[in-house]
């Protein structure tokens, strides 16, 4: 079994106080609802892919948990140009569909109901482009924090997806699923993990165990992302100058793209994750690759251009 980077637990996780704090905002998030997606979806096609932005809804967190050792007044300047801050932050969530050929691939399957009532909305999103959950034939997870894996289920036992193939990183089952996870971590966290182990264990006898490198099918490709979570990926989609899936390996396309190196309080290995976070710009505004991230402003799509001694982010227009 591979385990290409294994956690070190003194550096796992936010502090306790930290993620007190951060459920308490969430505790109290407004319950507005999210509009059901009567427009036509974002959707481009990349080489020989259709690609689709299907929103989950949204999110709301503590900006202070975003990147908790910014200079506060520097980190507000960054959220203010999304319309963000200073003390919260509305993310978007936007798991997305790739048409290749015969497959419907769906990445990441959002939070069903059971994080914040402002999010999942995905089968709701879906349904309103024309796609079933019932015609979904693959699944891939970035990796199993709530907001990407907890719409697994639509009631005890029942799959959403219910004929797909879910597609995992075998580094961040075998992290999510070991036995002794619960003493890795504080006890504010073992909901992310209990949840988790429910989503993996009932996609078992459908999951197939990937790596990086592997192809999802022709043309898609998994990326080692690690640093978010331990098993973290991104996708790399041919065509033109490329598309990656970024996913949670950037959370922010104004703050991590001007500050790669600042710590976000929701990567469990740091430096990796700024190492990788890095990487990925440089090689994105070197390669004038597209860009597709899970938390940024709907839809998520642009480019990296260097900025500074660090980077911007373009939106497509
Ligand atoms: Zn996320």
Known sequence: MRTAHEPDPSKIFISRRQFLAA???????????????????????????????????????????????????ELKALLEITGQGPEQVTAATNPTVIRAGDDIILVDNGSGNKFQPTAGKLVENLKGTGIEPESVTKLVFSHAHPDHIWGTLKGDGILTFPNATYYVNSAEWDFWMAPDILTKMPQAFHDFARGAQRDLAAVKERAVMMKPGDDIVTGIKVLDTAGH?????????????????VADAITHQTVFFAHPEWRSGFDVIHDLAAQNKKALLERAATDKTRLLGFHWTYPGVGHAERKDGAYRFVAAT
């Not at 979806?41 to 689709?52: A, K, M, N, R, V």
């Open 23 to 73: 459920t308490s905002v969430l505790a109290s998030a407004p319950l507005w609802s999210w509009p059901a997606f009567a427009a036509t979806p974002y959707t481009f096609s990349q080489g020989d892919f259709e690609i689709l932005v299907v929103s989950d809804g949204e999110l709301t967190l503590p900006a202070s948990l975003l990147a908790p050792d910014a200079p506060p007044e």
């Open 229 to 245: 979570t331990p098993g973290h990926i991104s996708l790399e989609v041919a065509g033109e100058d490329g598309l990656i899936i």
